[in-house]
C-alpha cells in the first residue's frame, strides 16, 4: 500500500516558537519522492520541498528545515521562529506513478496539518 | 510566468446545468492535472493529461468530462453534478510528470452544486 500519515490534525502556537509538523509514508517501491506543499486560505498549493529515496540528507531553507530518515519511514518538516504568515494547511505527498500510467506520476497526500500561529 | 490560472474562481450551479472549468499554463509544461478537494480533506487526483493525452483516469464519474485542447490549455467540462460533488477543483502542472517534477498549481474553482 501507498499512503502518507499527518497525525497532527491542527497545531496552534504563538508567533516565534518553533513548531515541527509529522510525516509518516508507506511504500514498497525502492525509488520515491516525497514533497511538502503549503495551502494558504487563498487555495493554491505551494511547492515547497522534493526528497528522493536516495538523498537522507536534512535540508535548511531560511526558517524551514526537514529531516528524512528512511528507517522510520518520516519526512518531517520544523519551522523554526513560526509568524502569522505560516498560518496554512501544511500537506506531505508521495509521488506514484500508478500501474498503466505510461509513468506518469500523482501525488498521494496526507490528511494535512492546519497550523494557526498567534501573535 | 510561474502561474497557473484557473477561472472561474467561483460557480454556482444547478444540477441540470452544463458548465466548464477552464485552466491554463504558459510554463510550456507537459503534464496538467485535475484534482479535487473537498473542505477540509487533501486533494485527490482526477485526471492526469501527458502530451495531450489522457494517461490517468481515477475512476471518475462521466457527469465530469476534460479536454486537453493544447499543451497549455486544460477545461473540466460539468454536466448533470450532484450536490456532492460541490469542491474545490485543483488545476495543476509538472514539466512533464515525471516522479520528481514538483505540481505548480492554480487557486482553484469553488464549485457549489444546488
Known amino acids: 500500500a501507498q499512503k502518507v500519515t499527518q497525525a497532527q490534525t491542527e497545531i496552534s502556537v504563538v508567533e516565534k516558537e518553533d513548531v515541527t509538523l509529522d510525516c509518516v509514508y508507506e511504500?514498497?517501491?525502492?525509488?520515491?519522492?516525497l514533497f511538502w506543499y503549503k495551502q494558504p486560505p487563498s487555495g493554491e498549493l505551494v511547492f515547497l520541498i522534493r526528497?528522493?529515496?536516495?538523498?537522507?540528507q536534512n535540508e535548511i531553507s531560511g526558517r524551514y528545515s526537514w529531516n528524512f530518515q528512511k528507517s522510520t519511514s518520516s519526512f518531517n518538516f520544523t519551522i523554526t521562529a513560526s509568524q502569522v504568515v505560516d498560518s496554512a494547511v501544511y500537506f506531505c505527498?508521495?509521488?506514484?506513478?500508478?500501474?498503466?500510467?505510461?509513468?506518469?506520476?500523482?501525488?498521494?497526500f496526507g490528511a494535512g496539518t492546519r497550523l494557526a500561529v498567534h501573535p | 510566468d510561474t502561474e497557473v490560472t484557473q477561472t472561474p474562481k467561483h460557480l454556482v450551479m444547478g444540477m441540470t446545468n452544463k458548465k466548464s472549468l477552464k485552466c491554463e499554463q504558459h510554463?510550456?509544461?507537459?503534464?496538467m492535472y485535475w484534482y479535487k478537494q473537498k473542505a477540509k480533506k487533501p486533494p485527490e487526483l482526477m485526471f492526469v493529461y501527458s502530451y495531450e493525452k489522457l494517461s490517468i483516469n481515477e475512476s471518475v464519474p462521466s457527469r465530469f468530462s476534460p479536454e486537453c485542447p493544447n499543451s497549455s490549455l486544460l477545461n473540466l467540462h460539468l454536466h448533470a453534478l450532484q450536490p456532492e460533488d460541490s469542491a474545490l477543483y485543483l488545476c495543476?502542472?509538472?514539466?512533464?510528470?515525471?516522479?520528481?517534477?514538483?505540481?505548480?498549481f492554480g487557486q482553484g474553482t469553488r464549485l457549489t452544486v444546488v
Open positions: 526528497r528522493n529515496s536516495f538523498d537522507e
Open positions: 511504500t514498497r517501491d525502492t525509488t520515491y519522492y
Open positions: 495543476a502542472s509538472s514539466q512533464d510528470g515525471g516522479l520528481d517534477t514538483e505540481a505548480f
Open positions: 505527498a508521495l509521488s506514484v506513478a500508478p500501474r498503466g500510467s505510461g509513468g506518469y506520476n500523482k501525488l498521494i
Open positions: 510554463m510550456g509544461h507537459r503534464a
